[in-house]
């Protein structure tokens, strides 16, 4: 890593790129950060966005430094730091430590403004996303740690915490473990540390999740097994005359539609209708918009077998905009093309970069599994492709990078102390994270009937009483954690 840190840090300073920030909907603001981190002869520099909310905190005092990490998702702004669905938990704490909060966003995931980019422009395709990496993301933190320090007047006194969910859950976990100097403690909220090429686990829990009935979730064995017999059966019906023209009377389309196999693929390869568990809320109210919803219909036998009523949950879910959007969306099939544009408007797909470069997670539902969509269709060869047509990385390149990330990383098998771990019972990528541990420095929180990272969101008043419970654990946790030497 590059020792020219405190020259980048003085000449912001004495840019005066620091300036006093709002309490309600900050403003981003900008640090110089190292194009890459690892190569001690580029020179090359951007400017990174991070925002902050100061409204409590007393320069001089020993107050904690919150740092929410930024990822993958929706681009960042200045709600993330005042009311955040990423790390409200540590919002909330602000008044009562006096604490500032920091929230740093991904390098490359800012690119929708150019000027906040690593690199100029995508005209070089795929080569333009090299400095794209979890390593380089983790010294891009390191980086502002230093740059904060002088520019927010900290002192050893203002420990670090640093906090996020999913992927930003797993940067703010391993910044702990690989820079434990700079960060006191982290809450890695339903992280999926350990890469794993084939994610047959995934649509494991979509299916488990559907028989959680604690925590108003609503499901049950008998909806579970509905939905998979319903697609099971669907499956067997491309195959016959009768079945088609069946499914066309209850689906739509014609019956010789069904007969293809690209169509079934995209029609019940990842589910005939929206089924979430990442994303389940028991308080929504429309029509099958969550399990509860979804498992009245299909235990409801007077509409008929299993496949009708995995047609009236489409049905209903086609009538709300936001649902019909996720049956489309998960119905094309896993193809990426021409995604290397030259327009910064147009951008790649980073997180497929990273997917193929690092974590792998792809999704399937094979012959087999627990999965309770039509088995076979959504394969490991199937979700891979596009390494190679959109990257040029092999199969064998994609599970040696992945086996790299363990190694490097840890995986399940990660060290460390000063580490929480909470997860969700519903939430599918629990199967990837650290559920259990021996290491008595390292907690784990199970979150009965939560979905990804519900408990990141701002409080409200339907929440589930597990995920209210689990924000006042990780609150404890967290004061507790900072009164103790790590």
Known sequence: MKVLLSVLVLSQLLLGCVSIVSAVDPPPRFFTQWQDHFDGTNTNTWQQAYYVNDTFFKQGSNAPVFLCVGGEGPPLDGSVVVASVHCNVVVEMLPSTGGIMFAVEHRYYGCHNMSACPVTSFNEGPSALKYLSSKQALADLASFHAFAEAAYGLNSGNKWVSVGGSYPGMLAGWFRLKYPHLVH????????????????????????????????????????????????????????????????????????????????????GNGVAYFPSQSNDPSCTQLSCNIKMICNVMTNSSIGDEVARLAVVRKQQFMNQHLSSMIT?????????????????????????????????????????????????VTLESQMEYCQTDYNISSDKVASNIQQSNLFYGGWNSDGSCLLYPNGEVDPWHSQSILNTTNPYIQTLWVPGASHHAWTHPSAPTDQQSVVEARKTISSWILSTLNKPC
């Open 185 to 268: 403690a982290s809450v890695a909220s339903s992280a999926p540390v350990e890469a794993v090429v084939d994610m047959q686990g995934y649509n494991n829990v979509v299916s488990e999740a559907f028989a959680v009935n604690d925590n108003n979730v609503g499901g049950s064995t008998g909806c579970q097994s509905a939905i998979a017999t319903g697609h099971a059966t669907i499956k067997s019906m491309f195959a016959t005359d009768a079945g088609r023209s069946r499914l066309a009377s209850l689906f739509g389309n014609n019956a010789a539609w069904y007969s293809k196999e690209i169509n079934q693929f995209n029609f019940a």
């Open 329 to 377: 969306e998960r119905s094309q099939r896993y193809i990426r093309s021409n995604l290397m544009h030259a327009s910064p408007n147009d951008l790649p797909d980073f997180w497929g970069w990273q997917v193929c470069t690092e974590f792998g997670f792809f999704q399937t539902c094979e012959v087999g599994t627990e999965c309770f969509f039509a088995q076979g269709y």
